[in-house]
C-alpha cells in the first residue's frame, strides 16, 4: 500500500514524463531492489538497509504519511 502523498507524487511524474505512474513506479522500485540487493552482498557494506537518497528503509513498517513525514 501507498501513502495518498506518495500517489500524487507518482501522478505528477505521469504528467511530467507521459508515462503510466504504475509502470514507472514498478521500474523504479525493481531498481531500488536491485541496488539494495548488491549493496548487501557486498561484504563491506555496513549499513546494506540506507538508501542512497537518504531516506532509511525500514522494512518492519508500512510507509505512512506520518512515518514519511509527509
Known amino acids: ?4 502523498a ?3 507524487k507518482l501522478l505528477q511524474v505521469a504528467e511530467l514524463t507521459h508515462l503510466d505512474p504504475q ?4 521500474a523504479i522500485l525493481a531498481q531500488m531492489a536491485d541496488e539494495l540487493i548488491m549493496a548487501a552482498e ?4 555496513q ?5 542512497t537518497a537518504g531516506s532509511e528503509v525500514r522494512p518492519d513498517c508500512e ?7 509527509l
Request: glycine letters at 4%; charged letters at 25%; hydrophobic letters at 35%.
Open 47 to 51: 549499513n546494506a538497509w540506507t538508501v
Open 1 to 4: 500500500m501507498i501513502t495518498r
Open 63 to 69: 510507509p505512512t504519511d506520518k512515518s514519511t513525514g
Open 23 to 26: 509502470e514507472w513506479a514498478d
Open 6 to 8: 506518495t500517489y500524487a
Open 42 to 45: 557486498k561484504p563491506d557494506v
